[in-house]
C-alpha cells in the first residue's frame, strides 16, 4: 500500500505540471494533496523537493514534466505493461480510417475490470497516449485494465487535423477502440468451467467504467451517449466519471468574446481548426485569425511539435482580439456564423444519463467554466443517476488533482 500510494501521489504530480507551470507550488501541491485526504506522509512527497526548481524554469516549460515523465515510467514500468495496437474507425468524412490506441495492464495478479480513460487536451504528437506513459495507468494499481484512443490527428493519424471537440468523430474513435478491444482482446469461456481472460489474464468484469477530465470528460460524456443509443446491448457500461469538461462549446465560445479573454489560448486555433475539420465547413481563416496566428497556424497547431505549455509561450497574449479579428467576433459574418452553429451542434446538453453519472467541476475553474457542467446538471434534473461534485478546488489545472482522487477512492 505504501508504494502504490507513493506512485499515486507521484503520478498526481505529473498530471499537474503538465497542465500547468504556474498556477501552483509543488509545496502547494503537497498541502492540497493531503487535504484532500491522501494519508502519505509529508516526506513522501518528494516532487517538492526535487523537482520544484525544473518547475519554476519559465524558460524551459515542460522541462519539469519530462523529468517528471521520466520518473513516471521507471516508476511504472515494473507493475504496468503498455500496449499500443490499430484498429478501424470512421472520420468525419465518413471514411474508413487505422487509428491507435493503448491498453495498460496490471502486470501481475487478476484483472478487477475495464476502465476506458479519454485524454484531455494535448498539442503535441508526444503527449499521446500511444507515445507516453498515461496518467491514468495509476488505476492499473488496483487491479483495472485501462484502454485509451489517440484521437484523430494523434498517433497513427498525426499528420491529420485533430476535430477537436467534434463529438460524432471523437465520439465513434472511443467506441470503436472499445468494441475492437472486446472482439481481438478478450476471450470469453467456452465451457462455464473456463474463466474470462484479457490477453490471457483472467477477467473478473468486463464491464466499463468510463473516466474524463476536460475535454476527455466532453467525450465522455458524448460516447456514453452514443453506447446508449446504439451499442448498450455490446458494450456494458457501467458508470462515467466526467470532470471540468466543455460540454457547450458555444457558450465558452460566447463568454470569450464577451471578456475578450480565455485562459487557454491555443484553444482558440484548436477549436476553429476542429470545427472545420469535423464539419467540413471550408472555413475563411483570414476571417478568424489575427497575425501572427493566421501564418503560423499550421507550424504551431497542425504539426503537433509543440505541447500546450510552449503553445501558451508562442501565443502570448490571452485577449482574444490579439489572435481574432473583429469579424471573426460578430455572429452576424457568415463565416463566423458557420463555425458558431457547428459549436452548436457539440453540445451535449440534452444528454441523459442511461448509467450513474459523476459529474465534477470546480467552481473556480478559469478554463472551462463551470456554468456548463451547472447547465447539464439542471437539464438532467432530479435524477438518481447523476451525483454532482461542484466545489471550490481551484482552478483548472488545480482542481485536476481533486477530480482524480476521487476516482481513486471510488473505483
Not at 500510494?5 to 498530471?15: C, H, N
Not at 442511461?354 to 473556480?364: D, I
Request: with cysteine.
Amino acid at each position: 500500500m505504501r508504494q502504490t500510494g507513493k506512485i499515486f501521489l507521484l503520478t498526481l504530480s505529473l498530471l499537474w505540471v503538465t497542465l500547468s507551470m504556474s498556477d501552483l507550488s509543488a509545496q502547494g501541491l503537497s498541502r492540497l494533496m493531503l487535504d484532500n485526504g491522501l494519508a502519505w506522509s509529508a516526506s513522501k512527497l518528494i516532487i517538492a523537493s526535487d523537482y520544484d526548481p525544473l518547475l519554476r524554469d519559465t524558460a524551459n516549460p515542460d522541462r519539469g514534466a519530462r523529468k517528471l515523465q521520466e520518473t513516471l515510467r521507471s516508476t511504472l514500468k515494473d507493475v504496468v505493461e503498455q500496449r499500443n495496437f490499430c484498429y478501424m474507425s470512421t472520420d468525419e468524412k465518413g471514411d474508413s480510417v487505422l487509428l491507435s490506441a493503448c491498453l495498460l495492464l496490471p502486470r501481475e495478479g487478476e484483472v478487477r475490470g475495464l476502465v476506458v480513460a479519454n485524454h484531455y487536451t494535448v498539442c503535441a504528437n508526444e503527449e499521446a497516449p500511444t507515445q507516453s506513459m498515461s496518467f491514468d495507468a495509476l488505476f492499473c494499481l488496483k487491479g483495472y485494465a485501462v484502454m485509451m484512443a489517440d484521437y484523430i490527428g494523434y498517433g497513427k493519424t498525426a499528420d491529420r487535423v485533430h476535430p477537436y471537440l467534434h463529438v460524432p468523430t471523437e465520439s465513434r474513435t472511443v467506441v470503436d477502440m472499445i468494441l475492437h478491444v472486446f472482439d481481438n482482446e478478450i476471450d470469453r469461456p467456452k465451457k462455464r468451467c473456463q474463466p474470462t481472460t484479457l490477453c490471457g489474464r483472467k477477467l473478473l468484469s468486463d464491464s466499463i467504467v468510463m473516466i474524463g477530465y476536460s475535454q476527455g470528460a466532453a467525450v465522455s460524456v458524448a460516447t456514453a451517449q452514443l453506447i446508449a443509443e446504439h451499442y448498450a446491448d455490446l458494450i456494458p457500461l457501467r458508470a462515467v466519471y466526467a470532470g471540468g469538461g466543455p460540454y457547450d462549446p458555444a457558450s465558452m465560445y460566447d463568454k470569450w468574446v464577451s471578456d475578450d479573454y480565455t485562459a487557454i489560448p491555443y484553444a482558440i486555433p484548436l477549436t476553429i481548426l476542429g470545427m472545420d475539420a469535423g464539419e467540413q465547413l471550408r472555413l475563411d481563416l483570414t476571417g478568424l485569425f489575427r497575425e501572427p496566428l493566421l501564418s503560423h497556424y499550421k507550424e504551431w497547431i497542425t504539426s503537433k511539435r509543440y505541447t500546450v505549455n510552449q503553445l501558451e509561450q508562442l501565443m502570448v497574449s490571452h485577449h482574444l482580439s490579439d489572435h481574432m479579428p473583429p469579424e471573426g467576433m460578430d455572429k452576424t459574418v457568415m463565416n463566423t456564423a458557420l463555425f458558431y452553429h457547428a459549436m452548436q451542434r457539440q453540445s451535449l446538453l440534452s444528454f441523459r444519463p442511461q448509467v450513474p453519472l459523476f459529474l465534477f467541476h470546480s467552481t473556480e475553474d478559469q478554463w472551462v467554466p463551470s456554468s456548463g457542467s451547472e447547465r447539464l446538471a439542471e437539464a438532467i434534473g432530479n435524477d438518481p443517476l447523476l451525483t454532482t461534485d461542484f466545489g471550490a478546488y481551484g482552478n483548472h489545472p488545480i482542481a485536476i488533482v481533486a477530480f482524480y482522487q476521487r476516482l481513486w477512492n471510488r473505483l
